[in-house]
């Protein structure tokens, strides 16, 4: 079956900057888009970064464009999110996502299909 596994956070100061990684198996990795969405305590989900499948072209929240920069390797079915300039805003779990159809949707996590666990970035003052 599908796993998606997140790696790479901590607890970092204000300024500071973190790389999360996502395993992907059980899926054709290439084949699919793939997103990054955090979510505080008491908050929304909020899309975060997107890569598509086949061009990489790459899309950022706005309140994460750029600083942010969202990255895939095919070969090893992994896909990334280098994190500068973190802000004490940026706290939250983050998740990694697969989408399921190649609809050209990456805004809304109701457009993915597959889930990791997530993995807490905490920024402090």
């Known amino acids: 079956q599908v796993h998606l596994v997140e790696s790479g956070g901590g607890l970092v100061q204000a300024g500071a900057s973190l790389r999360l990684s996502c395993a992907a198996s059980?899926?054709?990795?290439?084949?699919?888009?793939m997103g990054w969405f955090r979510q505080a305590p008491g908050k929304e989900r909020e899309f975060v970064a997107a890569i598509t499948r086949i061009d990489g072209n790459t899309y950022y929240g706005d309140l994460v464009k750029g600083r942010f920069t969202i990255s895939r390797d095919n070969g090893e079915s992994t896909v990334s999110l280098q994190m500068n300039s973190l802000k004490p805003e940026d706290t939250a779990v983050y998740y990694c996502?697969?989408?399921?159809?190649?609809?050209?949707?990456?805004?809304?996590?109701?457009?993915?299909?597959?889930w990791g666990q997530g993995t807490q970035v905490t920024v402090s003052s």
């Open positions: 059980g899926l054709t990795f290439s084949g699919r888009g």
């Open positions: 996502a697969a989408k399921l159809y190649n609809d050209g949707r990456y805004y809304s996590d109701r457009h993915y299909y597959y």
